[in-house]
T-cell receptor, first 115, second 117 residues
Framework: AQSVAQPEDQVNVAEGNPLTVKCTYSVSGNPYLFWYVQYPNRGLQFLLKYITGDNLVKGSYGFEAEFNKSQTSFHLKKPSALVSDSALYFCAVRDEGAGSYQLTFGKGTKLSVIP | DAGITQSPRHKVTETGTPVTLRCHQTENHRYMYWYRQDPGHGLRLIHYSYGVKDTDKGEVSDGYSVSRSKTEDFLLTLESATSSQTSVYFC????????????????FGEGSWLTVV
């Protein structure tokens, strides 16, 4: 079975400060990991994904995520937060051998960037 | 823009009435999905389709049916709506199911807000 956890329901950060949104996962094989962002009353937008290779993945809007196999984590980061980054962020995981429909989502973390 | 159109975007309906949500894609992707989003639950898969007339159940399929008569359209039907089906429904697409690049990215539509009163 596969699972993903986002340990923080809400993260508050001051504008201009670095931000981190945490994600840990559990799979039986190798993980495929995804981050999505959801703005109010909108659908989920794909930010980035880790499949294989470099542990640091760069994505849209200046976001990046670091894959750490030993800690089974895939934390989302940004060096300098913007007020416009305020949104709901979802981490998702799929086992390497699983079908695309077998994508398991975390419960989401609400990021608030304070001016 | 993922080339996905959901309709209606907002609907209020009465308990016991049938409701159909439509998803239309312009990407010609083989795989289509219906998810629901509820506070504290994240996103949960209702049904998915891997081709015309090929569908299967997801995690929370009870009370829902789907149909896919054309590659571009995937319909979600609530046969008899209940208050527990008040939710936000998202259609999604991906180019493949397995194999290929493996980490097939799923792209989402803008959502349909359904309220059952």
């Amino acid at each position: 079975a596969q699972s993903v956890a986002q340990p923080e329901d809400q993260v508050n950060v001051a504008e201009g400060n670095p931000l981190t949104v945490k994600c840990t996962y559990s799979v039986s094989g190798n993980p495929y990991l995804f981050w999505y962002v959801q703005y109010p009353n909108r659908g989920l937008q794909f930010l980035l994904k880790y499949i294989t290779g470099d542990n640091l993945v760069k994505g849209s809007y200046g976001f990046e995520a670091e894959f750490n196999k030993s800690q089974t984590s895939f934390h989302l980061k940004k060096p300098s937060a913007l007020v416009s980054d305020s949104a709901l962020y979802f981490c998702a995981v799929r086992d390497e051998g699983a079908g695309s429909y077998q994508l398991t989502f975390g419960k989401g973390t609400k990021l608030s960037v304070i001016p | 823009d993922a080339g996905i159109t959901q309709s209606p975007r907002h609907k209020v309906t009465e308990t016991g009435t049938p409701v159909t949500l439509r998803c239309h894609q312009t990407e010609n992707h083989r795989y289509m999905y219906w998810y629901r989003q509820d506070p504290g639950h994240g996103l949960r898969l209702i049904h998915y389709s891997y081709g015309v007339k090929d569908t299967d159940k997801g995690e929370v399929s009870d009370g829902y049916s789907v149909s896919r008569s054309k590659t571009e359209d995937f319909l979600l039907t609530l046969e008899s709506a209940t208050s527990s089906q008040t939710s936000v429904y998202f259609c999604a697409i991906s180019p493949q199911g397995t194999g290929g690049l493996g980490g097939n990215t799923i792209y989402f539509g803008e959502g349909s807000w359904l309220t059952v009163v």
